[in-house]
């Protein structure tokens, strides 16, 4: 299969995938509902603080929330999904390789998750009064369709490891907050033990909501925006590995399909 | 209660856990049921610390500890009586001549028990990591009372659960339910600072009463003066245990009568 079949694979699975996805109460809900009552928690302390000026912070850092929740789950859960539907093993067996198929599901986890930015931004500023300035505004709609795509590569790393696991929800369900905790999505990773920072480092949430904060608040933003790139590349070529790896590993030990 | 009907309770309660829930390994269990609510504690209690509300780390370890029964009572709740439709077996159980009330409240004690597990879970988290120490003598206090919010959340939960006996996304009520509990019962948030149509939505919710009895006696007051709240704390789940069950006999009827039960 040639280059521009791999790409109708991914433009064509994305447009069915987001369609899928757009009808999904529980997607929606992940994507809406969910940052909407963070953020509006977060506002609530930041007023009940002295941080009323981090508003837009928190905005920003719960719409991230969102989409790595939608990410998450979205990558977890679909392969869990077809496990149980019984057609993990066709989309397995299918020509194309399976990271190619995987793909255009694991970024339309993290696009359908960007709605989280939207809704957390819309809500802060009708009921929070959340001043929507931005600094970098050129930059900041730069950096979010970025952010988007390398928590899509994250998701697609994980995708090809929970192939492997019969449980992958749970460990999904396991992932939600250590990453939102380790990212500094709505506190500085700075307040953590020394410890943590080098393990942000090697996730591209924390880069891609430094670059989109920085954008947004001011501040460098090409470094983080570089390093959130870098990251999702590191994952793309991670998970070519591991795929191969896993699915081999998985028809040996027969856990693909078994719910 | 009469001794087949207590057998239905405890007994019948029991075997529909194990059955309804036989895929809980460790490997399952030990990431969502205690995983999660050990970083859901961390979470807070640092983003309390960042946005200097002025409020102590206990305030968000209690606060969150309690809560995270409702991990339990939501979820667990509601697939304890709308996974029976899933799995087909709801039909011979509503064929059966069995106590309505034995079935629907024995499914509530394994789910509180869980719960009970988790929010155990959640103050040891504190005590070991985020340094919450509650005095010694106010342990059985802060222990009846997370008891009581943890009842009156699983009986918030049967309402959830009689909801997926007819309903289609449970799992959608179940989510939203469980996020607005985390808003609107002052777990991070205090009631104070919240506008005053979200502190009376509160007030009808289960573990606001609760939480904030947990907080008063963590922090050294007695049983006797939080008795207020911890009374309203039962109330509450009275009041959502009798609406689950009139939702139940319900549902149950308007399925029988569209001959709708196990169906999507």
């Known amino acids: 299969m040639t280059l521009t079949a791999y790409l109708r694979i991914v433009g064509l699975g ?36 002295g941080r009323p000026g981090t508003l837009l912070y928190a905005a920003l850092g719960a719409g991230m929330m969102g989409i790595w929740s939608s990410t998450l789950f979205g990558s977890g859960g679909a392969l869990q999904w077809n496990r149980m539907q019984g057609t993990l093993e066709l989309l397995v067996a299918a020509p194309p390789p399976f990271l190619v198929v995987l793909l255009p599901l694991t970024l339309a986890t993290s696009i359908t998750g960007a709605y989280a930015i939207v809704a957390t931004l819309v809500w802060g500023r009708i009921f929070f009064g959340v001043p929507l300035h931005f600094v970098h505004p050129l930059a900041f709609a730069l950096a979010v369709p970025i952010a988007v795509v390398a928590l899509g590569l994250m998701g697609l790393l994980m995708a090809t490891s929970f192939v492997l696991y019969r449980n992958a929800n749970a460990l999904a369900n396991f992932l939600e907050y250590p990453v939102w905790v380790v990212t500094g999505l709505l506190f500085p990773v700075a307040l953590l033990p020394g410890w943590v920072a080098p393990i942000s480092w090697l996730l591209a949430p924390k880069w891609g909501i430094d670059a989109i904060r920085n954008a947004a608040l001011g501040g460098a933003v090409w470094r983080p925006l570089g390093l959130c790139v870098l990251t999702g590349a590191a994952y793309l070529v991670l998970a070519a590995i591991f795929s191969g790896i896993f699915e081999r590993r998985a028809r040996a030990e027969a856990t693909r399909s078994l719910t | 209660m009469n001794s087949t009907n207590f057998r239905v309770f405890g007994i019948g309660g029991l075997i529909a856990y194990r059955g309804l829930f036989n895929w809980i390994r460790p490997r399952i269990y030990i990431p969502t049921m205690l995983g999660a609510p050990l970083f859901q504690i961390i979470f807070f209690t640092y983003l309390g610390k960042y946005a200097e509300t002025g409020q102590s780390a206990d305030f968000f370890i209690v606060g969150n500890a309690v809560q995270v029964c409702s991990m339990s009572a939501v979820y667990g709740m509601t697939m304890a009586i709308a996974n029976e439709r899933q799995f087909g077996t709801l039909g011979p159980l509503l064929a059966s001549p ?46 009846l009372i997370t008891v009581v919010t943890a009842a009156s959340c699983t009986c918030f939960g049967m309402v959830l659960g009689s909801i997926g006996l007819r309903g289609k996304d449970f799992f959608f009520v179940a989510n939203l339910a469980y996020y607005l509990l985390l808003l609107f019962c002052g777990i991070n948030v205090p009631l104070s600072t919240m506008p005053e149509w979200m502190r009376v939505v509160g007030d009808c919710l289960p573990l606001t009463h609760g939480v904030a009895a947990a907080r008063h006696v963590a922090a050294g007051e007695s049983l006797q003066s939080v008795a207020g709240l911890a009374g309203t704390e039962a109330v509450i789940g009275i009041a959502y245990a009798a609406t689950g069950y009139l939702m139940f006999r319900l549902l149950e009827t308007a399925s029988r009568r569209a001959g709708a039960m196990d169906t999507f």
Do not use: K
């Open chain 2, 98 to 143: 069995a106590s309505r009330i034995a079935i629907f409240l024995g499914r509530g004690v394994p789910v509180l028990a869980n719960g009970l597990v988790v929010s155990a879970f959640g103050f040891i988290v504190g005590a070991a990591l985020l340094g919450f120490r509650p005095g010694l003598s106010s342990l059985p206090a802060l222990a």
């Open chain 1, 14 to 49: 994305l447009v069915f995938r987001l369609r899928e996805f757009a009808v999904s109460r529980w997607f929606i809900q992940m994507a809406t509902v969910q940052p909407i009552v963070f953020a509006s928690i977060a506002f609530y302390l930041f007023h009940a603080g």
